[in-house]
């Protein structure tokens, strides 16, 4: 009688030590950074998705710059060809690829988000659906921006609470956790681009 009644006051305290080691806030951290990694995604789709649609808008009307609109497909191409799965976010080398690649799209994309491009080419500005489309680019690229942020915030709450006691003792004993990686800026992203269409 006296062990059942000595499991019956420890029950609780291993429950509560238990729950003071990440066993619940580690997967819900963990979660989370899949959550804002998948909206990122939907976002980068979005961008993909429009990109395709603004690529065939001018083209039709200014034909003489297929050159640039082919730059912008083949980048397009090159990024969706580089895929991040949530289980490679804690490989550095895989989450550089894919930040690389989607550099690559928005260098591409940069020049028509310009004014320089509506006065050096008034047809493009006369047609409300380039307008139209821009804007929604312009839209998407400040959407990928505050998808970036929110998952290196969720990166550095998760990764914090994988570090710090006691919820370490959880994620590591039970889930085995690894940091996940952030992005990080491109090589050069501190330069502002150079719009020139060989003029």
């Known amino acids: 009688m006296t062990a059942i009644r000595r499991l019956g006051i420890f029950a609780p305290l291993f429950a509560l030590a238990l729950s003071g080691c990440?066993?619940?806030?580690?997967?819900?951290?963990?979660?989370?950074?899949?959550?804002?990694?998948?909206?990122?995604?939907?976002?980068?789709?979005r961008r993909s998705d429009l990109i395709g649609n603004l690529v065939e808008t001018v083209k039709a009307?200014?034909?003489?710059?297929?050159?640039?609109?082919?730059?912008v497909a083949e980048a397009r191409s090159?990024?969706?060809?580089?895929?991040?799965?949530?289980?490679?976010?804690?490989?550095?080398a895989k989450v550089r690829a894919f930040s690389e690649a989607q550099q690559a799209v928005s260098a591409q994309v940069r020049p028509f988000l310009s004014p320089?491009?509506?006065?050096?080419?008034?047809?493009?500005r006369s047609l409300q659906n380039f307008r139209d489309?821009?804007?929604?680019?312009?839209?998407?690229?400040?959407?990928?921006?505050?998808?970036?942020?929110d998952y290196n915030q969720s990166?550095?709450?998760?990764?914090?609470?994988?570090?710090t006691f006691p919820d370490a003792i959880g994620a590591?004993?039970?889930?085995?956790?690894?940091?996940?990686?952030?992005?990080?800026?491109?090589?050069?992203?501190?330069?502002?681009?150079?719009?020139?269409?060989?003029n």
């Open 133 to 149: 489309l821009q804007t929604q680019l312009e839209g998407t690229e400040n959407r990928i921006n505050f998808g970036r942020r």
């Open 172 to 198: 590591k004993v039970f889930y085995g956790a690894k940091p996940k990686v952030p992005f990080e800026a491109a090589a050069g992203a501190q330069n502002a681009p150079k719009v020139d269409f060989g």
């Open 116 to 124: 320089v491009v509506q006065e050096q080419y008034p047809e493009l």
């Open 22 to 45: 990440g066993l619940n806030s580690v997967p819900t951290a963990e979660e989370n950074v899949n959550a804002k990694w998948a909206d990122l995604q939907a976002d980068y789709q």
């Open 155 to 163: 990166v550095r709450e998760y990764n914090t609470r994988i570090r």
């Open 61 to 71: 009307a200014a034909k003489q710059e297929s050159g640039v609109f082919i730059g």
């Open 78 to 92: 090159r990024a969706n060809s580089v895929q991040l799965r949530p289980e490679d976010l804690s490989d550095p």
